[in-house]
């Protein structure tokens, strides 16, 4: 008998514990480390925010779930995972042993790298449901007392879909309130143009992107480097192709979400051979890790190096789509070694992004996304906000059912002329 323990229940863990299960041999046991019981549906934050949500419209108790599939849950959460020892340190001081340990805990957001930013500062995020509620509590004030709205990244971002999102939707609840031509929107990215998302473009998302923030008055900044955020005003630095400054802009807000860079959580951040410098879970292409081979990762919390040399940091997105082809490499990797075989799936990090305007949206799909790519398309129209909608309702509806997959997913894509995105590589037996 061996016991997985997967660490981390968001989108990507959540669904790893599911397809793990079914994998796995009857002897196994599964258990799913967490804080709390919880699971929040993260793309649906931006609605949250402008009250198109409330918290239990995205929100499932694992608890029921779990316990139905034969899958332990600690929701104590970790405080250090010690990967010589092979057991994790829990919060309450107790001590979880594991044969392999599969790590999904998302990122640790870092708020502190700019001073100023962040809940605990003078901008909102949508990072998590809390920040998203907290958002939603400004955005009542900002449209009782209008005022100018900051929206983008900060340096060394890697998630840059849900800040365009948040823009256009910001427009879209503004307009709907009729006090869109009482708030002057400006987008700040450190992104060398827009619609570059950490991938250096997918299709014309540069064209689609400008075109639409042109459309609703939005102005942007590119190669951004905001410096410091106080009450009401951002400091940003705009810089040249070869990092120096070009121009400097102090930015009065009455409303502003910013997106942190992400880093790797405490209980993994500065473990020798586990971690790069920023604390990601360093893989090979089965997604195991070199130093320890009984460790594997998935999601934000994977080391991807940047797609090419920017003026600032930017960072490669991890999408939900290519979250689950990680996600059915990793189960099957895992599988074969609990087997006694070796681990020959690699994940194909396909990606499709839906990016909702409130209205409409953009679209695009990269096979692979990493380039160069054997698909590269991008589209734009009111199809997207009502697939964006359908998204959220299907993805809940696996969650709360406890299954990684369904039919209907695999249709609607073949639909949308896609490869089932979570095929995976099996290479051949030496």
């Known amino acids: 008998m061996s016991h997985v323990v997967v660490l981390g229940a968001g989108l990507g863990g959540t669904i790893m514990a599911y397809e793990m299960k079914d994998k796995m041999r009857p002897e196994d046991r599964l258990t799913v480390v967490n804080m709390g019981a919880s699971y929040s ?21 694992l608890s029921p779930v779990l316990a139905k599939r034969g899958i332990a849950l600690r929701p104590e959460g970790a405080r250090r995972v010690h990967p010589k020892e092979n057991r994790i340190e829990l919060n309450d001081g ?19 790298e700019v001073a100023g930013l962040g809940p605990d500062g003078h901008t909102q995020s949508i990072c998590q449901v809390d920040h998203a509620m907290q958002a939603k509590a400004a955005f009542d004030e900002l449209v009782a007392k ?30 709907s309130a009729r006090k869109r031509d009482q708030v002057p929107m400006t987008f700040v990215t450190p992104e060398p143009y827009i619609g570059h998302l950490g991938l250096d473009g997918v299709g014309d998302t540069k064209g689609l992107m400008e075109s639409a923030m042109r459309e609703r008055h939005i102005k942007w900044i590119t190669n951004a480097r905001m410096t410091k955020v106080d009450a009401g005003r951002m400091s940003v630095e705009e810089v040249n192709e070869d ?38 879970i360093l893989i090979d292409k089965y997604q195991r ?28 997105p991890k999408t939900g ?76 509806h696996k969650v709360r059912q406890g299954r990684s997959e369904t039919f209907y997913e695999n249709l ?14 099996i290479e051949p037996a030496e």
């Open 41 to 61: 549906f993260v793309p649906s934050n931006p609605w949250i925010a402008v009250g198109w949500r409330k918290r239990e419209d995205i929100t499932v108790d």
């Open 243 to 280: 990092g120096t400054i070009k121009a400097t802009h102090e930015l009065p807000f009455a409303f502003s979400m910013m997106l942190p860079a992400f880093r790797g959580v405490p209980a993994v951040h500065g473990i020798e051979g586990l971690t790069n410098p920023r604390g990601f």
């Open 289 to 316: 890790n070199p130093a320890f081979s009984n460790v594997f990762a998935i999601g934000v919390c994977v080391a991807i190096p940047p797609t090419g040399k920017t003026p600032l940091a930017v960072g490669v």
């Open 412 to 425: 609607a894509l073949d639909l949308l002329g896609i490869k089932k995105l979570k095929d995976i590589h």
């Open 94 to 112: 107790s001590f979880l042993d594991y044969d392999y340990l599969i790590i999904a805990t998302g990122p640790d957001l870092a708020f502190d």
């Open 146 to 175: 209008p005022g100018p709205i900051v929206v983008g990244a900060a340096p060394g971002a890697s998630c840059f879909g849900p800040a365009y999102e948040f823009a256009f939707i910001l427009d879209t609840a503004l307009r």
């Open 321 to 396: 789509f290519m979250i689950e082809s990680m996600v059915t490499a990793t189960a099957a990797n895992v599988a074969a070694l609990l087997r006694g075989e070796e681990p020959r799936a690699v994940a194909t990090w396909n990606a499709v992004c839906l990016a909702d305007f409130g209205d409409q949206g953009i679209a695009f799909v990269a096979q692979p996304q990493i380039p160069p790519r054997n698909v590269n398309w991008s589209s734009q129209g009111k199809w997207v906000h009502a697939a964006k909608v359908g998204f959220e309702k299907y993805f809940l």
